[in-house]
């Protein structure tokens, strides 16, 4: 039984999301928010931890694969490797600490940098701990303006409050179903005459597009 | 074992990697429900169940192991979910090349490691022991790469706790850039470090010193016995001594404590056996429990409890419990027996059996309870059917006049179908024309239909459970799960033998029920030798065709009710047959009974005449038949499933042959009637309808009928019959459906043609006979002679006579029918001619006044029933007048028309009704 479900569990897609941002700015907090509906109070430094997660996406299973780095400075050259592995990425910085956000340019620089293959690599900007509004030194238009001069999405979250954090979730769903895939799949279908890929290529197409705008 | 909840699944790991002994946190779903339910818990195939501290149903804690595979996956195992899947996995790194004083991109935790198996929460700081700077000397970390000093000291390490210590690495490691005072001051710390160590032993010396003291003096003491003892010798070695002393303290500590402990063990024993009394409570108990439950009814209990000490003792081998097992068997197994009798025992409800049937399942009993069941109340159905018939053939013999007991039988199953039945059979019944009888009726209802009745609403009582039952037996839902599986494979071979036998019970069933009614309604039907099971109904008149009718809805009701057990039609063919059976003969006696109703139909002829010159003889014919016709109306409807009864040329014949015996049983009433005796006539009750507008009604004042007014009431009753009747009759046998109406209407017809012709000239004979008569000698009277006669002055009396005559005839006629009229006057103005035109031609000379008075009565006669002329007559006429001399002169005409028109001034009055006639046959 175990043997079965396992099996159906490889089959289904599969994306990955990596959490990127300095330390403490809440990116555990979030993704163990998103995961399981739980805030974490006690502050631990990330190492680098591993979750999954299945979405419904359109009907369809798929599987989110989240890796939560080490936002401190001491794991900054084991970085690269794991960005090769991501797909989609989220920066992440806390709206109290400005420095967190000029940090994300230089996440959004190495990711560049370690993926310059690639022609679009999809990222999202999410500014974390919206809850302590009072203690904000990144203005909102500032993050957003800087979002759209990347071409990118901006969320704000608050990890505690559990403020945003569907929404955060279904644009790490759109970033983890990135471009890049529709694009892969396009160019399966391309050759072949599978009409079922193509409707659901067709699908998939149409809820990013929803996603994004 | 049941498993209430998912089985885990681990979705986060934190870190994903880690050298040995590294603490995670693994998240995900359904970790267990409490640090109990924790039962295993695996990373890369190593077991950390040790260390796993389960924080909540979503989280553990715990260090990884030394294990072989460098990455795998995490198994949460808990007892309420089973062994779980992880979605994530861990890398395990080389221990070896993270030593603990390297750095390492991951953390690696400062515990002390290497005490965590025995007692991971005394953990004593790792510094306490291994300082990490055992120099003492500002640490300055080299760039030299790791592999670099690992090919530099092969197999070597820059551990100072490990056995291949290599100081030089050590030193490049950490103090490659330290000056060389540095290093010399660090060597004082080492040895000044080594001198802590070596007088920290001494002190704790010191400390101890009284202890050691002590020690030192108790050792000296038994040094010093020792050696007393030594020098003395007493007996043996001393150690043998020893022993011996130790042997005797020992056996007096024995016999001391002897007593107690040999209560001690007794109490234990006594102890012991209760506790196995209480913990087995429930097997010693069982016998009795059973016994208990069973009185009580409870079986469902004592089958769990035989279920559960099946399982628990059913293959023990301690004696005590065998034997108390063998005990409980034999009470199952006269449960068994008492279920078993219980099943079969009829009546029962099927819940009943059913409960019965799943105990007995339960209980594993031998064979097949539920097919046991089935044939018992197959037989019980059959038995009962039987039993009824008895029943009321009993009654039937016993007290004819008393009611049947078992007509009350409206016990509480009485399906609802009976009562809807019974009601709509009363509601036919009060329809009749026979409605004052009703009450009695209902009462009186025949011992066979009641015997019917009750039949049908026996099998449809039982049938239907019976049905259910097999449905039941044959989907499995009659067994409890567990028994299922016992029975199944026993079950599922003889399936199709079952299928073939049931099949064969539920049209033995049909069949004894078709056979019983058959006996009851049809004795003809069923064989000679079955007579006697089936039939024995010493009955020799024939059911009514009504109670037929009624018989036949009852069973169709039977019927209906059958298929709506979706019994297959193919079982239910009897009946169908016998349905079909049923109004063949319903419509056969429904006919009978009609014709012997028709024949008493002449008895209520009551000779009054209305004024279209009918009675209501034809009207009471036709009620007669529509009425029959109409109960027959439900019988001859053909419901889904169901033949025409016309459909085999037999009955059609026979139907067809019946429907014409009726229609000339009715001529032949009319016939009777047209010929009774005038003295059979009760004419008592003959009375005038006053009301109607009969113009001639004041005449008929002392009306009594003669012969010849019935022949002719007889006769205009024809015409209606042969106008109205017969053809409405026609177009009712059509409605309903009857075969070969043309030939009823044709033959029926024809005899009554032949009846009427019959009757009318009868009549015409009666009538024309003395008018025609009472021609020659009237001619003659006075002894008239042709030839010597003086010229005429007027009509003679004889023609005024005979004209007279036909008056009254037409009188006669038109009080009873107009219509009859021109036709019976113009036969009887025929006869009068052609007696006239005989007499005429038999005159052998005319005088000319003789000539011209027969010419004269002649003419008179011929213009007076001028209406009634028809070819014939008017030949005769001719004939007569041919037979006379012309006319020779002017004159005689001129006299002849003269005297015409005097006769008929004369005779205005009277002749006027010939006008009248004429007028009103205008008008018709």
């Known amino acids: 039984m175990a043997a079965n479900k396992s099996k159906s569990q490889s089959s289904l897609a599969l994306h990955k999301v990596i959490m990127v941002g300095s330390g403490g700015v809440g990116k555990s907090a979030l993704t163990l928010q998103f995961m399981y509906d739980e805030f974490v109070e006690d502050y631990e430094p990330t190492k680098a931890d591993s979750y999954r997660k299945k979405v419904v996406l359109d009907g369809e299973e798929v599987q989110i694969d989240i890796l939560d780095t080490a936002g401190q400075e001491d794991y900054a050259a084991i970085r690269d490797n794991y960005f090769r592995s991501g797909e989609g990425f989220l920066l992440v910085f806390s709206i109290t600490e400005h420095e967190s956000f000029t940090a994300t340019a230089e996440f959004r620089e190495q990711i560049l940098r370690v993926k310059a293959e690639e022609d679009k690599i999809p990222l999202l900007v999410v500014g974390n701990k919206s809850d302590l509004e009072e203690r904000r030194q990144v203005p909102i238009e500032e993050a957003r303006s800087k979002a759209e001069e990347w071409g990118v999405q901006y969320v704000e979250t608050s990890a505690k409050t559990r403020a945003n954090v569907d929404k955060f979730a279904t644009c790490l769903i759109s970033v983890a179903v990135d471009s890049r895939s529709i694009w892969k799949m396009y160019e399966y279908i391309k050759d072949g005459t599978n009409d079922v890929m193509l409707w659901k290529f067709l699908r998939v197409c149409a809820i990013s597009v929803s996603l994004k705008l | 074992m049941s498993r209430s909840r998912q089985p885990p699944l681990v979705t986060g790991i934190s870190p994903n990697e880690g050298i040995p002994w590294t603490k995670v946190t693994i998240r995900g779903e359904n970790l267990g429900t409490g640090p109990i339910d924790l039962i295993g818990l695996t990373i890369c195939g190593h077991n950390c169940l040790l ?264 293959k023990t081998e301690v004696q005590v419990f065998k034997k108390y097992y063998a005990e409980v068997e034999t009470r199952i197994e006269d449960l068994r027996e008492l279920l078993l009798a219980k099943l079969l025992e009829t009546p029962s409800t099927l819940h009943d059996q059913k409960r019965y049937i799943r105990y007995l399942s339960d209980l594993h009993a031998l064979g097949d309870p539920a097919w046991q069941c089935i044939g018992a109340q197959h037989r019980w159905i059959l038995q009962l059917m039987h039993s009824c018939k008895e029943g009321y053939v009993q009654d039937l013999k016993g007290a004819p006049g008393l009611h049947s007991p078992m007509l009350d039988l409206d016990n509480d199953t009485r399906p609802l179908v009976l009562g809807h039945l019974s009601q709509t059979a009363s509601l036919k019944r009060g329809s009749s024309f026979q409605s004052g009888r009703d009450d009695t009726w209902r009462y009186k ?354 023609l005024k006579e005979a004209l007279v005559n036909i008056i009254a005839v037409h009188a006669e006629v038109f009080t009873i029918s107009k219509e009859l009229v021109p036709r019976v006057l113009s036969k009887v103005v025929e006869a009068v001619s052609e007696e006239l035109s005989r007499l005429m031609q038999c005159v052998s000379s005319f005088s000319k006044n003789g000539a011209l008075q027969a010419r004269l009565e002649i003419c008179a006669l011929r213009d007076t029933v001028a209406v009634h002329l028809t070819p014939e007559s008017k030949s005769s006429f001719k004939q007569a007048l041919e037979a006379l001399p012309q006319l020779s002169s002017g004159a005689d005409k001129k006299l002849l028309e003269e005297l015409l028109n005097k006769f008929k001034s004369s005779m205005h009055l009277q002749l006027t009704c010939f006008q009248a006639t004429s007028s009103t046959m205008m008008k018709t």
């Not at chain 2, 861990?90 to 007692?119: C, H």
């Not at chain 2, 101890?208 to 108790?218: C, I, V």
């Not at chain 2, 069933?509 to 049809?522: D, H, N, S, T």
């Not at chain 2, 419509?587 to 139909?601: C, D, G, S, Y």
Request: some cysteine; hydrophobic content about 35%; aromatic content about 8%.
């Open chain 2, 445 to 798: 209802t025949p011992h066979r239909v009641a015997f019917v009745e009750k039949l049908t609403k026996l099998v449809l009582s039982q049938l239907p459970n019976f049905w259910k039952l097999w449905i039941s037996y044959v989907n499995g839902s009659l067994f409890s799960e567990t028994a299922e599986k016992s029975g199944q494979i026993e079950r599922s071979k003889n399936v199709r033998q079952r299928q073939n036998d049931f099949k064969k019970m539920i049209q033995e069933v049909m069949q004894c029920l078709v056979k019983l009614i058959r006996g009851a309604l049809l004795p003809l039907s069923i064989p000679e030798c079955g007579v006697r099971q089936y039939g024995g109904w010493e009955v020799k008149s024939e059911l009514s065709g009504q109670w037929l009718a009624h018989v036949i809805q009852t069973v169709r009701l039977t019927y209906e009710s059958l298929t709506a057990l979706e019994i297959p039609n193919d079982m239910l063919q009897t009946i169908q047959d016998l349905i079909l059976d049923l109004r063949v003969r319903c419509v056969t006696v429904t006919l009978q009974h009609t014709a012997e109703e028709i024949k008493r139909l002449a008895e209520k002829e009551d000779w009054i005449v209305d004024n279209e010159g009918l009675t209501s003889l034809p009207c009471q014919f036709e009620q007669c038949i529509v009425h029959s016709l109409q109960s027959l109306k439900g019988v001859l409807e053909c419901k889904p499933g169901e033949a025409s009864v016309f459909q085999q040329p037999k009955t059609q014949e026979e139907v067809c042959q019946l429907s014409i015996s009726i229609m000339q049983i009715f001529i032949y009433c009319l016939e009777q009637l047209s010929t009774k005796p005038d003295a059979d006539v009760d004419t008592t009750h003959l009375s005038i309808d006053v009301s109607s507008p009969d113009l001639f009604g004041s005449i008929h004042e002392d009306f009594s009928l003669t012969s010849e007014q019935r022949l002719l009431i007889v006769l205009s009753n024809c015409c209606y019959l042969e106008r109205h009747t017969f053809l409405n009759i026609a177009e009712h046998f059509e409605k309903h459906n009857f075969q070969g109406i043309e030939k009823i209407t044709q033959v029926s017809m024809a005899s009554l043609k032949e009846l009427d012709q019959r009757l009318f000239e009868n009549y015409i004979e009666l009538k024309a006979d003395p008018i025609v008569g009472s021609l020659e000698p009237g001619i003659y009277a006075g002894y008239f002679d042709w030839k010597d006669c003086l010229p005429p002055t007027g009509v003679r009396n004889y």
């Open chain 2, 51 to 314: 260390t796993a501290e389960w924080m909540s149903a979503s989280k553990i804690v715990c260090r990884v192991g030394q294990a072989k595979n460098d990455k795998g996956d995490i198994i949460v195992t808990t007892k309420s979910g089973g062994k779980g899947t992880s979605t994530v996995s861990f890398k395990l790194l080389k221990p070896e090349k993270i030593g603990l004083l390297d750095q390492s991109a991951v953390w690696v935790d400062e515990m002390n490691y290497y005490d965590m198996r025995t007692d991971r929460n005394k953990g004593i700081p790792p510094l306490s022991l291994r300082p990490a700077n055992p120099l003492g000397i500002e640490i300055e970390k080299s760039k030299f790469p790791q592999k670099d000093l690992e090919m530099l000291f092969p197999g070597m390490s820059a551990d100072f706790t490990s056995e291949n210590f290599s100081a030089a690495w050590y030193l490049i490691e950490n103090h490659s850039t330290t000056s060389f005072e540095q290093l010399k001051m660090a060597v004082t710390n080492l040895k000044r470090q080594a001198n802590k160590k070596s007088e920290g032993s001494l002190a704790y010396v010191k400390g101890g010193l009284s202890t050691f003291f002590e020690a030192q003096d108790a050792l000296s003491a038994i040094h010093q016995k020792l050696e007393a003892d030594g020098t003395e010798k007493v007996e043996g070695s001393m150690t043998q001594k020893l022993e011996n002393v130790l042997n005797r303290a020992s056996n007096t500590a024995d016999t001391l404590f002897q007593e107690v402990l040999g209560r001690k063990d007794k109490a234990d024993s006594t102890r012991n056996a209760l506790n196995v009394l209480q913990r087995f409570k429930f097997l010693f108990n069982l016998p009795l429990n059973i016994e208990r439950n069973i009185q009580k009814g409870d079986y469902d209990v004592v089958i769990n409890d035989y279920e559960k000490a099946k399982s628990l003792f059913g």
